[in-house]
Structures are given as structure tokens and as C-alpha cells.
């Protein structure tokens, strides 16, 4: 702590201000308390910790005689230095306080003053666009795709131009009801998680001065309870946490098409793998060909090593990988992938970005199946369907225990290419359980791709198929379709 600032020191202050000068000079009787002498100014200034941040809060001029200032003298420099410091360690704002000195009005009227001036805060179209930014910043793309959505419903324009700090739980909650109440119910839950998430953002001490949201605001927001209805009265709703379990012979039809060689080739072994692995779209559209790895033990097959930024989970589940056997012909369509990206300058991608994307990565949008998947004739089911049937169909027909199905699709352990695991494949439990879970997966697909065939023999016919799920494909598009 520095010398005890007197009168001297405020004069020698004015005269260094003359010069130019600029310097802080301590107080040794209050910590904290600085005389600021800057080229146009000396002022007093007191630094102190609210809510655990250092703050700066300026206190007003230097008194001085020559040349003649206004001010405050050292005295009254400490008392209400004192005063910011004790307000400071109990929680509150010194500003209102100074203010109040200032206007020469009492602490109570300062507080009346304030509380009738409108606090800073965001729009809500500002707010939207910062929790946005941030959400892309922090999240996958499809995340924020996902809030997103949650945050434009048209029922959601009434707050346009309004300050945040001002909208209520009861308003918001009007606006929810609204969206359940045109059939959107699974849509108003996903918004009311959305707005949640949003408000406790925005509620954070990091931007609370920005916004003046209080903490808490949104936290009993729900939505209304669902319709009661009668199992198989609506179809499904892409916003409910089930979706649509495929019958066997889509699986098979799926299958049967994706190596008829109508479709392009690439997209033919890419549903295959997605199918044969039951890995999710990112995944597949992701995969690269440095994380699959043979072995001598397991001759025809190879381990799948996913990475976490491709998996749903992967913010949550730190940076190791997740190991998947490729057996029977999902093995076989990753080794001519790999043939296909084996080639001088490649970088691995399996699915390598065409020339018009837009993702700034290597590899294809995760949507690349989608179009074609959707074209093929006597199939409903969506790029998650394998999925779906893996887990029904695991312990329906294959044997599998009830929730094992996890151990392929959510990823519960982590391991990389490098552990003991990746060096002797077949010696692990989960893994052999895991294999073997994968073989009566592709043979289960396979028999059902051999009904699927059997029923329809346009299922042998590529030049039919392949018009067929062109004009279906293209069917909306101005462009033709390629022959």
C-alpha cells in the first residue's frame, strides 16, 4: 500500500497534469482509493471486488485551490471511498449511491429514479441472434438448426422488438399454449426446452448487465399436457423422442436397392454401411478411412473407431471413441468405399464434400442419404429407421437383452485405435458380445433382403428402379434428373 495522499499530493497532481502527465497514485489509509492524474483531469477513483470481479468506480474531482477546483477533498475522498467499499462487500451496486451523492438527492429518491428509468437490455431479436451465435459456436450444426427452429414460430412474433428484461413467464407461456394448441404439442415442448436453455443463457453473470434478465424466470415454463389419443391414431411426429420402426421387408427393400447398382455408387455402399452398422447419419456422411482398422483375428471385418464430435453425445462423453464392428456387408461395402478414396491428394473422407458445399469440411452434409433413402419405392422409414429396428427387432427375433442394443448404438465406452482393444480385438467380452450382436444383425438383414426380393422382382431390375427413384427424387425439382 502506497504513502498517505495529502494536500500536497493533490497539488503536485495539478501542476503534473500541466505537463501532460499520467500516473495512479495510491492511498495508503484506504485500500483501494487512487488518485487518477491524467492530462485533463485529477480525479479520485476507488477499485473493489463486486460479486468477485474488480470494478472501478469513479468518485468525483480532486479539490484544489490553484487552480481552482470543485472537488472532493482527501477527507471526504476516504469517507465515500469507505462507504463503496462497505456497499461493494455486502452485494450491492456503489453506483446507486454515487449517483445519488451526485444529484444531491437521498439514497431512497436515486432508487425511485432508477427503478422508473428502463434497465439496458437486449431485443429479442438481438438476444435470438447472440444465443444463436453462441449455440454455433459451442454446439453441432445440427443443435443449432434444432434451437432455431424452436426459436421462429410465428406464435413467437409477439415479442419482436421487445426487451427481454421485460418479457414475463405468464406471456411466454400464452405463447406456447398457442403453438400446442394448432396440433404442434411435441413442437411446443421442444420450445419450451429451448427458451429455458435461453433464459438461464441470458441470465448469466457474464452478460446479466447487458440484459437485466433475472435468474429463474422461465424455470416452471411448460407446456400443456398432451391430447390423450388412441395408439396408431396419428402418424408420426418428427419431433417425438420415438420415431418409426420400419417393418423387416423395408429393411430388406432398403438393402436390396442400395446394392442393385441403380443409385449412385457411393450412395449405395453409404446406405449399406449406414444399415450394416446402425450408426447414425453424421456418422457415415463423417467417416474417414484412417479410423477403421483390420485384424488378423477377425478376418473379413473391421473395427469402426467413431470419433466423439460425430456422435450425439459427443460434448458430453469427452474425446475418446467409440469402437463398432463392421462384419458381414457393411465390411464389405467400407472396404470398396476405401478403395474409392484411396487415391494421391485424398483426405480420407469416405464421402467427400462435392464442389457446391457449404460445410467448410472435407466430407458430405449429414444429409446426403435423405433425398435418395426417401425416393426408393415401398420404403417409409427415415436415415434413423435401422436404428429404430435394431433396437425392436434386437429382442424380438435375435436374442438380444432388453436395452443392450446401447452397447452399438449409444456408445457407452471409449477407447481408441491405440488401446489394447484396438491391438487384440477378439479378446475383449464386450467386444466379442458386440460382434456377435452385429453378425445376427447383417444375417437378419440379409434374410429379410431375400424376401424382400422374392416378393418383388422389381427389386432385380436396375434400369426400372433406377428411372423410378429418379423421377421420385427429381420429381420437385426444376432440374432433370441425370440419366
Known amino acids: 500500500m502506497g504513502n498517505k495522499i495529502t494536500k500536497a499530493t493533490i497539488e503536485k497532481a495539478y501542476r503534473d497534469k500541466k505537463s501532460g502527465k499520467s500516473y495512479d497514485i495510491s492511498d495508503g489509509s484506504i485500500a483501494g482509493l487512487e488518485l487518477r492524474v491524467r492530462p485533463l483531469s485529477v480525479r479520485w477513483s476507488m477499485r473493489t471486488a463486486l460479486h468477485g470481479k474488480r470494478t472501478r468506480y469513479d468518485l468525483g474531482p480532486a479539490e484544489s485551490k490553484d487552480p481552482p477546483v470543485e472537488g472532493l477533498s482527501v477527507d471526504t475522498a476516504r469517507t465515500r471511498a469507505s462507504k463503496v467499499a462497505e456497499l461493494a462487500r455486502g452485494g450491492h451496486n456503489p453506483t446507486t449511491f454515487l449517483s445519488a451523492i451526485t444529484a444531491g438527492v437521498s439514497m431512497e429518491t436515486q432508487i425511485k429514479i432508477e427503478s422508473a428509468r428502463p434497465k439496458p437490455s437486449w431485443t429479442w431479436e438481438d438476444a435470438k441472434k447472440n444465443f444463436l451465435d453462441e449455440i454455433l459456436r459451442t454446439r453441432r450444426e445440427d443443435t443449432h438448426r434444432d434451437y432455431r427452429g424452436k426459436l421462429m414460430p410465428a406464435e413467437l412474433d409477439r415479442f419482436a422488438g421487445r426487451l427481454v428484461s421485460g418479457i414475463t413467464l405468464n406471456e411466454m407461456a400464452a405463447a406456447i399454449a398457442d403453438v400446442h394448441a394448432r396440433k404442434a404439442e411435441s413442437m411446443s415442448e421442444g420450445m419450451v426446452r429451448t427458451i429455458r436453455r435461453m433464459w438461464n443463457w441470458l441470465a448469466e453473470p457474464v452478460r446479466a448487465e447487458q440484459t437485466n434478465v433475472p435468474r429463474h424466470v422461465m424455470e416452471t ?22 420415431g418409426y420402426t420400419p417393418e423387416p421387408i423395408e429393411i430388406g427393400r432398403a438393402l436390396a436397392v442400395a446394392r442393385l447398382g441403380c443409385l449412385p455408387e457411393r450412395i449405395g455402399l453409404g446406405l449399406q454401411l449406414m444399415i450394416g452398422t446402425v450408426q447414425r447419419r453424421r456418422a457415415v456422411t463423417g467417416a474417414s478411412r484412417w479410423r477403421f482398422r483390420e485384424y488378423e483375428e477377425a478376418p473379413g471385418e473391421s473395427g469402426w473407431f467413431v470419433p466423439p464430435y460425430f456422435r450425439k453425445s459427443g460434448t458430453k462423453r469427452g474425446n475418446r471413441s467409440h469402437l463398432v464392428p463392421c462384419v458381414g456387408f457393411a465390411a464389405e461395402a467400407h472396404a470398396k468405399l476405401d478403395k474409392l478414396s484411396d487415391f494421391e491428394g485424398s483426405e480420407g473422407w469416405l464421402f467427400p464434400a462435392g464442389l457446391a458445399s457449404r460445410t467448410g469440411r472435407g466430407h458430405a452434409e449429414a444429409g446426403l442419404f435423405n433425398d435418395w433413402l426417401a425416393a426408393i419405392p415401398g420404403v417409409e422409414f427415415s436415415t434413423h429407421g435401422g436404428r429404430y429396428a435394431f433396437s425392436t427387432y434386437g429382442p424380438r ?87
Open 221 to 242: 415454463l411448460k407446456a400443456p399436457e398432451r391430447t390423450r389419443k388412441e395408439l396408431g391414431e396419428e402418424a408420426f411426429d418428427p419431433d417425438d423422442e420415438d
Open 397 to 483: 427375433d435375435l436374442g438380444f437383452a432388453v436395452g443392450e442394443g446401447k452397447l452399438i448404438l449409444d456408445h457407452l465406452e471409449g477407447i481408441e485405435p491405440t488401446d489394447v482393444t484396438g491391438q487384440f480385438y477378439s479378446s475383449d467380452p464386450q467386444i466379442k458380445r458386440k460382434r456377435a450382436m452385429m453378425k445376427a444383425w447383417t444375417e437378419w438383414c440379409e434374410h429379410w433382403t431375400a424376401k424382400a426380393i422374392e416378393k418383388d422382382a422389381a427389386l432385380k431390375n436396375a434400369e426400372l428402379m433406377g428411372k423410378t427413384i429418379r423421377a421420385e427424387r427429381y420429381k420437385h425439382k426444376r432440374k432433370k434428373a441425370p440419366t
